[in-house]
């Protein structure tokens, strides 16, 4: 895992997959969307990048997204540069990684994520906190089961 395991050792906990639910919801906390998820967190043996994941939304209406978010490693830090988004994570204590990106669709906007993992390694909670021009405009908060 090209140094993952041994400097991110949180974020190698999070191997495998993980089921759960996207809640989005504006500034006063009114639900805006909500829909399903399967992520995949891989850590490859070989190739350009030390860490991979896939991840797939579904909504009941039917709609389906699968985006790929493959990562290299250095200075203690993931990174992506994609078509999608440009940001790194970090490990902060034990249980928690922290993530900053940008959305390259969407200029002017950041986003700040945190994941706590639990301590048997099975059950996360995430939240993002997404800025446009410094100013709040919208929150995720998602829970997940890991199945594999």
């Known amino acids: 895992m ?8 949180v974020l190698a906990r999070h191997a495998g997959e993980w089921e759960g639910e996207y809640i989005h919801v504006d500034p006063d906390n ?6 399903r998820s399967h992520l995949q967190c891989k850590f490859p043996d070989d190739g350009p990048y030390a860490y ?12 389906r997204e699968e985006i790929h978010f493959p990562a290299t490693y250095r200075d203690g830090q993931i990174w992506w540069d994609t078509d999608r988004i440009d940001g790194r994570a970090w490990e902060i204590d034990p249980r928690t ?4 990106w940008t959305r390259k669709d969407m200029p002017g906007a950041y986003l ?9 390694g099975n059950d996360r909670a995430r939240t993002w906190h997404w800025f ?3 100013k709040l405009f919208k929150r995720t ?3 997940e089961r890991r199945v594999k």
């Open 30 to 35: 009114n639900v805006i969307d909500r829909h």
């Open 2 to 9: 090209r140094g993952i395991r041994e400097g991110m050792p």
């Open 141 to 143: 908060c998602i829970t």
């Open 52 to 63: 991979y994941q896939i991840n797939t939304y579904t909504w009941d209406d039917g709609r």
């Open 132 to 134: 446009e021009n410094d």
């Open 97 to 100: 990684v922290c993530l900053t």
């Open 112 to 120: 700040y994520e945190m994941i706590q993992l639990s301590a048997n």
